[in-house]
């Protein structure tokens, strides 16, 4: 089973930027979409966007213009880049992939990692 470990977070002020890694086990082009949510306190976890295979990206309106989700094939890796960060971007980040045209994901859920948004 693909496997998916969320990386990059932290403390940042409200403003500041930040990235987040989200390393895959197997073939990052074997996946056709992967996503990034997010759980906030108390919160149910949301998807914040998603990165289709052929090179685009998807964004929740909450985030968009200041998130970027990237992708490094030769690293397995994706990333999601998180620019002007306010607190309401505070809480648990995890990525996994897609299952298309469902909202069901691939792999078990991570530890995921943890960002706080705060002065």
């Known amino acids: 089973q693909v496997q998916f470990v969320e990386s990059g977070g932290g403390l940042v002020q409200p403003g500041g930027s930040l990235t987040l890694v989200c390393t895959v086990s197997g073939r990052i082009l074997s996946i056709g979409v992967i996503g990034w949510y997010r759980q906030a306190p108390g919160k149910q976890r949301e998807l914040v966007g998603s990165?289709?295979?052929?090179?685009?990206?998807s964004y929740t309106d909450s985030v968009k213009g200041r998130f970027t989700i990237s992708r490094d094939i030769a690293k397995n890796t994706l990333y999601l880049r998180m620019n002007s960060l306010n607190a309401e971007d505070t809480g648990v980040y995890y990525c996994?992939?897609?299952?298309?045209?469902?909202?069901?994901?691939?792999?078990?859920w991570g530890q995921g990692t943890q960002v706080t948004v705060s002065s």
């Open positions: 990165f289709i295979n052929g090179g685009s990206a």
């Open positions: 996994n992939g897609i299952i298309p045209g469902s909202t069901l994901v691939l792999g078990s």
